[in-house]
């Protein structure tokens, strides 16, 4: 049970990322970003051309990539987004979901539909020792370097002036415009930070999980619902949900496999119906 436990939260520090990202651009824009698992792809696929193409390996890709998407992103706030924002909101979701399927549609063009192979780093091929269990070293890295920036990013977001501006921003936009900060400032570099997590987030699956145009499709519904278990626009819940609802996946699949793929979504519904605002979210802000 320990050992799939420790499955659960590797697969979790996926959601945690991916929900994090979405967690942000959700509260302060709004924007349920349907392409957040496009751009997972893109991570993941960006490291794997990285590689076969000129020869650039795992460590370099893994801050390269990011941030390359990242500034992709905020030039897609500014030229797309940002004109959209002052309708309803599902003309942004229309938009980002249709965005979504281009870039898959691009790369399945470019690539098929085949899984890429892309290997792991050669310093982070054996095992280690855990002590009840050995783990692959690799899955060991990703869940550490995981954990280690989920928690930067909520210490920047709770210990500096910058964190609070964006995490008021983020959980109660419209108290913090009537506090007299320019929300809209903030915007285009959040939507970007965003768009970085799930870049790297992809970089991260990329060793450890099949590279192909439908890898951010067969996810970001998951993640969805982990954005909804941890409240929508709580950066905290949308961490602590993923880490949770990784290891409760983990263990449903190995001791109810039958219910392994809807499980989630029960637990989804389990929550929604005893707190619809999530476990961490605020229902003022509904």
């Avoid at 945690?16 to 751009?39: R, S």
């Avoid at 192979?117 to 310093?123: G, V």
């Avoid at 996810?219 to 950066?235: D, E, K, N, Y």
């Amino acid at each position: 049970m320990l050992q799939q436990a420790f499955n659960g939260l590797v697969g979790g520090a996926f959601y945690a990322l991916l929900a994090l990202g979405l967690a942000v651009i959700f509260g302060m824009l709004g924007v349920v970003n349907f392409a957040h698992g496009a751009f997972y792809m893109l991570g993941a696929f960006g490291s794997y051309v990285l590689l076969d193409s000129w020869g650039v390996n795992f460590w370099v890709a893994l801050p390269l990539v990011p941030v390359v998407l990242g500034v992709a992103g905020t030039v897609l706030e500014r030229l797309f987004i940002r004109r959209l924002a002052p309708l309803d909101p599902l003309y942004n979701f229309l938009f980002t979901f249709g965005l979504a399927l281009i870039l898959q549609d691009l790369v399945k063009r470019e690539y098929g539909v085949q899984s890429q192979p892309y290997p792991r780093p050669s310093a982070l091929g054996g095992s280690i020792d855990l002590g009840l269990f050995t783990y692959p070293a690799y899955q060991v890295f990703v869940l550490a370097v995981s954990v280690v920036v989920c928690a930067a990013v909520w210490v920047v977001l709770t210990r500096t002036r910058v964190g609070m501006i964006v995490r008021a921003a983020t959980e109660r936009p419209e108290l913090t415009r009537a506090l007299g900060i320019d929300v809209a400032r903030w915007v285009t570099p959040v939507f970007g930070f965003g768009v970085a997590l799930a870049g790297f987030a992809g970089v991260l699956a990329a060793p450890m999980r099949a590279v192909n145009p439908l890898m951010g499709s067969d996810l970001i519904i998951t993640v969805f619902a982990v954005v909804v278990i941890g409240g929508l626009g709580s950066v905290f819940g949308s961490v602590a949900a993923g880490f949770a609802v990784g290891i409760v996946s983990a263990l449903g699949n190995y001791y109810v496999p039958s219910l392994s793929q809807t499980l989630v979504f029960i637990l989804m519904a389990a929550v929604l119906l005893w707190r619809p605002a999530g476990l961490f979210g605020r229902e003022e802000a509904l």
